[in-house]
C-alpha cells in the first residue's frame, strides 16, 4: 500500500486483497506474499502486533477461481496448507533463506531437494565473513552483499530484508507456465 519508488517494473499502489478481490479474476495466475511481520521472528522477539493476513489472502485468492501461490516465512508454518520450501542453495544463491509456498487454483509445485546446510552461516546483524552465508534480516550488514546474493540490485536494507529471492519467483513461474501452458495454448 506504500508508493515503491525503487522497483523497477511494474508497479500498482493499492490494497493487494482488495485488489485481488476486485482484478484477480483478470491474470492467468497470482503469487502473493502477504506481510510476515506477523508471524516472524524478529518481530516477537519486539514484540509488536502486526495483522494477520494469510487467512484474508488466502480467501481472496480462491474468489479469484485462478491458480495461484502464496508465500510466507516459517512462524507461518501452522497457517499454510502443505507448503512446498524453497531455499538460496536450491538455487545456487549464498543465503538459507527459507520461504514456504502454499499453492492453489489447481496448481501444485513439487518440492526441490533441499541441499544440506554446510556453509556456516553469519551472526544476524554481524558482518558475513569470508567463507560464509549472510542473513539478511532485521537489521543486517553489507547491503551491498545482499544485494549481489539475492539479486536484487535496486533494493535498499528494508526491502532486502523482507524480499523473495527473485530466483524463488522465477522458479515458481516456470511451474506455473509448464502447467498452465496446455490450458492458455502457448509453448512452455
Excluded at 506481510?35 to 479469484?64: G, K, V, Y
Aim: charged letters at 20%; aromatic letters at 10%.
Amino acid at each position: 500500500i506504500n508508493p515503491q519508488p525503487r522497483y523497477p517494473y511494474r508497479f500498482v499502489q493499492a490494497d493487494a486483497i482488495a485488489f485481488v478481490l476486485e482484478h484477480g479474476a483478470e491474470f492467468d495466475f497470482i503469487h502473493a506474499s502477504p506481510p510476515c511481520q506477523h508471524d516472524s521472528d524478529c518481530q516477537r522477539i519486539q514484540d509488536n502486533a502486526h495483522p494477520d493476513l494469510i487467512a484474508p489472502t488466502r480467501a481472496a485468492l480462491e474468489a479469484s477461481g485462478r491458480p495461484w501461490v502464496m508465500e510466507n516465512v516459517r512462524g507461518a508454518l501452522p497457517k499454510l496448507h502443505a507448503p512446498v520450501m524453497l531455499c538460496g542453495p536450491m538455487f545456487g544463491l549464498a543465503t538459507y533463506r527459507h520461504r514456504y509456498f502454499e499453492t492453489g487454483g489447481g496448481f501444485t509445485l513439487d518440492q526441490p531437494d533441499h541441499p544440506a546446510h554446510t556453509v556456516p552461516q553469519a551472526k544476524m546483524g554481524r558482518p558475513v565473513p569470508p567463507g560464509h552465508y549472510g542473513q539478511f534480516v532485521g537489521n543486517f550488514s553489507g547491503v551491498d552483499l545482499a544485494r549481489r546474493v539475492m539479486g536484487v540490485p535496486w533494493m535498499n536494507r528494508d526491502g532486502i530484508r523482507e524480499c523473495i529471492p527473485p530466483a524463488y519467483a522465477d522458479h515458481i513461474g516456470r511451474a506455473a507456465l509448464a502447467a498452465l501452458s496446455p490450458v492458455l495454448g502457448v509453448a512452455a
